[in-house]
Nanobody
Framework: QVRLVESGGGLVQAGGSLRLSCAAS????????MGWFRQAPGKEREFVAA????????YYADSVKDRFTISRDNAKDTVYVQMNSLKREDTAVYYC???????????????????WGQGTQVTVSS
């Protein structure tokens, strides 16, 4: 079992930055690919970014590419997403998730993740 706890959400003005963290406990964190997803009110959960177990490969949704950066520190069992140039449409609950799959092409699919955090709210005001 892997337990994931997100932190770092909050209220920020458009154009600002936030860094979300997701601390993992339980089984070997370094064997899991990790992803960030988000869900806005009335919308389906959508992929934001993912990082391979080693940290060597990263993947992004087009909507956040060049603004968000995902990273991980396997020594601290933590994955991060640095969010810059935030827009109102980035407002959502952000979830981190863990996956054991090795096919990186599937990392944008929420169904490939077996472990989820409780989410942290990010609100971007104009």
């Amino acid at each position: 079992q892997v337990r994931l706890v997100e932190s770092g959400g909050g209220l920020v003005q458009a154009g600002g930055s936030l860094r979300l963290s997701c601390a993992a406990s339980g089984r070997t964190f370094s064997s899991y690919a990790m992803g960030w997803f988000r869900q806005a009110p009335g919308k389906e959960r959508e992929f934001v970014a993912a990082i391979s177990a080693s940290g060597r490969s990263t993947y992004y949704a087009d909507s956040v590419k060049d603004r968000f950066t995902i990273s991980r520190d396997n020594a601290k069992d933590t994955v991060y997403v640095q969010m810059n140039s935030l827009k109102r449409e980035d407002t959502a609950v952000y979830y981190c998730a863990g996956s054991r799959i090795r096919n990186s092409e599937r990392l944008s699919y929420s169904t490939e993740y077996g472990y989820w955090g409780q989410g942290t709210q990010v609100t971007v005001s104009s």
